[in-house]
């Protein structure tokens, strides 16, 4: 068990690495004199992007733009700091399906072998189990806090933040049943990787601890994080990457 737990929490690790990776690479690129995600900024790395593709990702329809017909017109929007993280593994037409495979972003690789110095500098620094504790304790606290602000901050991004809230936590049969089958994806997620940490970390004191106890509480912070995450992607989905339709 104990060797399967370390396989399963390395690879949960590996897996949430990438969540301090890719705002490092918005980090280091918001330090250049213009951000590469703005109107100006874009015309660096967007080199397929046609006049019309930077208006619109800008947010401009102006009268050129717009058809001169009445019917009702469709423009899918894309907001540019997610295209220029796509353009970070490839240079291709980022409005097209692609369909080349997979590829490798170097600046993502960097990042992430960043973290992980970062994370073993840390524990070589606080290599007694009490400070280490006290730097994780304060670090969760300041995590949970910092995401309890971002998900305030995006529920106010709808008009009525009621209604978003009630759409999430209650979806229509059609969203309910296209998401089911990764609901245990989620659950195994949660607990089993919180039940595997306590085991492991119980191992050192011969298991005299709250195994089951400190187990839930695990699951269920896990849970509400991922809640939490699921729902600014949701605010986020809806309410910037959707389809908006003018009527000319």
């Given at each position: 068990?104990?060797?399967?737990?370390?396989?399963?929490?390395?690879?949960?690790?590996?897996?949430?690495?990438?969540?301090?990776?890719?705002?490092l690479?918005?980090?280091?690129?918001?330090?250049?004199?213009?951000?590469?995600?703005?109107?100006?900024?874009?015309?660096?790395?967007?080199?397929?992007?046609t006049?019309?593709?930077v208006?619109?990702?800008c947010?401009?329809?102006?009268?050129?733009?717009?058809?001169?017909?009445?019917?009702?017109?469709?423009?899918?929007?894309?907001?540019?700091?997610?295209?220029?993280?796509k353009?970070?593994?490839?240079?291709?037409?980022?409005?097209?399906?692609?369909?080349?495979?997979?590829?490798?972003?170097?600046?993502?690789?960097?990042?992430?072998?960043?973290?992980?110095?970062?994370?073993?500098?840390?524990?070589?620094?606080?290599?007694?189990?009490e400070?280490?504790?006290?730097?994780?304790?304060?670090?969760?606290?300041?995590?949970?806090?910092?995401?309890?602000?971002?998900?305030?901050?995006?529920?106010?991004?709808?008009?009525?933040?009621?209604?978003?809230?009630?759409?999430?936590?209650?979806?229509?049969?059609?969203?309910?049943?296209?998401?089911?089958?990764?609901?245990?994806?989620?659950?195994?997620?949660?607990?089993?990787?919180?039940?595997?940490?306590?085991?492991s970390?119980?191992?050192?004191?011969?298991?005299?601890?709250?195994?089951?106890?400190?187990?839930?509480?695990?699951c269920v912070?896990?849970?509400?994080?991922?809640?939490?995450?699921?729902?600014?992607?949701?605010?986020?989905d809806n309410?910037?990457?959707?389809?908006?339709?003018?009527?000319?």
């Open positions: 068990i104990g060797y399967i737990s370390l396989a399963v929490n390395l690879g949960a690790l590996t897996y949430y690495s990438v969540f301090a990776a890719v705002p690479v918005y980090l280091f690129h918001s330090m250049r004199p213009t951000l590469p995600w703005s109107c100006e900024g874009l015309k660096s790395w967007s080199y397929n992007f006049e019309n593709d208006r619109h990702l947010h401009i329809l102006s009268n050129e733009t717009l058809p001169k017909n009445d019917f009702t017109w469709f423009v899918t929007h894309e907001i540019p700091s997610n295209l220029f993280l353009s970070r593994f490839n240079h291709m037409e980022l409005f097209e399906p692609n369909t080349e495979g997979f590829f490798i972003s170097w600046e993502v690789l960097l990042c992430t072998l960043l973290t992980w110095t970062l994370i073993t500098g840390l524990f070589y620094k606080y290599n007694s189990l400070k280490l504790s006290n730097v994780l304790r304060y670090g969760i606290f300041s995590t949970f806090v910092l995401l309890l602000i971002a998900v305030i901050r995006f529920a106010l991004v709808p008009k009525d933040p009621l209604n978003s809230i009630y759409d999430f936590f209650i979806p229509s049969w059609d969203t309910f049943l296209n998401g089911f089958p990764t609901v245990g994806i989620f659950v195994i997620s949660a607990y089993g990787v919180g039940w595997g940490t306590i085991i970390l119980a191992s050192f004191n011969k298991f005299k601890t709250k195994l089951i106890q400190n187990s839930w509480t695990i912070g896990q849970m509400l994080i991922f809640l939490s995450f699921a729902y600014i992607v949701y605010v986020t309410y910037y990457d959707g389809e908006f339709s003018i009527d000319v």
